[in-house]
């Protein structure tokens, strides 16, 4: 009976340790296609985000192949990460995970991935997004963003708009409309990808973990779009 229950004891802890390192990789995975979505969003600067929204703003929040489906269907919507950003100093901080839920937005999506990416201007904004759920265009004020290198056309909605909105599909990117959109933070992929109990806060705002090589090469890559 020792040697039965022993050999489930260490079966079980063999599942275990394989669904973990399964979930790591996913993470990976997800950081890195994050640092695809940006570059390709970036790759055409007379169409991307205006460089100088990327200099000056607090967060970047990617959410990479998001379907409309996994917010009719499923309760834990698309699945990405946030960086903040020192608009002083210029670091960026290593990656959190976040998870975001449904808005009327959801319909403007059709049927096909969308990649979806937020610029966060403010403090206060960035704030927000560290309590347990926050919804957009109620708790927080969210519009969509400017495309171009230059941001002039769009001043008024710069001053008023803690956070600006886009979305990339089929090739096409532009600022998307994200009210009602709902965001939350995944303690469970943090702890997965970074092994250790770490919220959103002591990632993005207490610096209490170094990057991961994959973290590090996303901080490069929002680095390079941000230091023009």
Known sequence: MKINFFSILIALLCCFLFSVTCFAGKLETRVENSIDVLN?????????????????CRAVAIFP???KGAFIFGAQGGKGIICSHDPQTGQWSPPAFFTIGAGSWGLQI????????LVIMTKRGLDSLLTTKVKLGGDIGVAAG?????????VDLLLRAEILSY????GLFAGLSLEGATIFQN???????????????????D?????????KKLINTLEKYSSH
């Not at 059709?110 to 990416?117: A, E, K, P, R």
């Open 167 to 170: 979305s990339r599909s089929k």
């Open 187 to 205: 303690p469970d992929a943090n702890r997965a990808f970074y092994g250790k109990e770490l919220s959103g806060r002591d990632i993005l705002i």
């Open 40 to 56: 390709e969003i970036m790759a055409i600067p007379e169409k991307g985000i205006p460089i100088d929204l990327l200099k000056r």
């Open 207 to 215: 610096k209490k973990i170094k990057p991961t090589p994959d973290g």
């Open 65 to 67: 192949s998001v379907l």
């Open 110 to 117: 059709g049927g096909q991935s969308t990649d979806i990416l």
């Open 146 to 154: 400017p495309v171009g290198r230059r941001a002039e056309a769009g």
